[in-house]
């Protein structure tokens, strides 16, 4: 059964609606905001016709993108896939780690050209990595310091379906 792309609802009857520059599928109440593609496809009886059965969408307008299909990196892949940030035990990370190595504060400043006063402040948690730091503080001592994160209060996994307009209108209101 066709999924509203805006809300999420299943719904027999959505809709091939031209919406700010894209074609979505849409639920008959979430078509109201856009323009039919299908010229409002309705049988005799004025009633909608499910979407299987109502006529194709125009050639000249592009197809939804869903992200599906996709490799490397771009929109759909964040989606899908979480964002990467920097773990919340950083410090002690990487303070386990210089120490089971046996190296001094100087030591490891001097294997990845910082000063010693920036290593014991990352230990302490007074300052946070940059990308560039966390990436040679990573293959110096061989640890990881990210991690994936999905959007918040959402886990689109869990709930076997694709994220839709209202899922992002629901994590922007958190």
């Given at each position: 059964?066709?999924?509203?792309?805006?809300c999420?609802?299943d719904?027999?009857?959505a809709k091939?609606?031209?919406l700010?520059g894209?074609?979505l599928m849409?639920c008959?109440k979430c078509?109201r905001?856009?323009?039919?593609l299908?010229?409002g496809a309705?049988?005799?009886?004025?009633?909608?016709i499910?979407?299987?059965?109502?006529?194709?969408?125009p050639?000249?307008i592009p197809a939804?993108y869903?992200g599906r299909?996709r490799?490397?990196?771009?929109p759909?892949d964040?989606?899908?896939?979480?964002?990467v940030?920097?773990?919340?035990?950083?410090?002690?990370?990487i303070f386990d780690a210089?120490?089971?190595?046996?190296?001094?504060?100087e030591?490891?400043g001097?294997k990845i050209n910082?000063?010693?006063?920036?290593?014991?402040?990352l230990?302490?948690g007074d300052?946070?990595?940059n990308?560039?730091?966390?990436k040679k503080?990573e293959?110096?001592?061989n640890?990881?310091?990210?991690?994936r994160?999905g959007?918040?209060?959402?886990?689109?996994?869990?709930?076997?379906?694709a994220?839709?307009?209202g899922?992002?209108?629901?994590?922007n209101k958190?």
């Amino acid at each position: 059964m066709p999924q509203c792309e805006m809300c999420g609802q299943d719904s027999p009857l959505a809709k091939r609606v031209f919406l700010e520059g894209t074609m979505l599928m849409l639920c008959p109440k979430c078509a109201r905001f856009g323009k039919p593609l299908d010229g409002g496809a309705k049988d005799e009886d004025g009633n909608d016709i499910p979407v299987d059965k109502a006529p194709a969408a125009p050639k000249n307008i592009p197809a939804p993108y869903t992200g599906r299909g996709r490799t490397g990196k771009g929109p759909g892949d964040y989606l899908d896939q979480g964002e990467v940030v920097l773990v919340e035990d950083f410090h002690k990370r990487i303070f386990d780690a210089r120490n089971k190595l046996g190296w001094t504060h100087e030591e490891l400043g001097r294997k990845i050209n910082e000063r010693k006063s920036i290593i014991a402040k990352l230990e302490t948690g007074d300052i946070k990595p940059n990308d560039e730091l966390r990436k040679k503080l990573e293959k110096a001592l061989n640890i990881v310091l990210t991690e994936r994160v999905g959007p918040p209060g959402l886990n689109i996994k869990e709930e076997k379906r694709a994220l839709t307009l209202g899922d992002m209108v629901k994590m922007n209101k958190k």
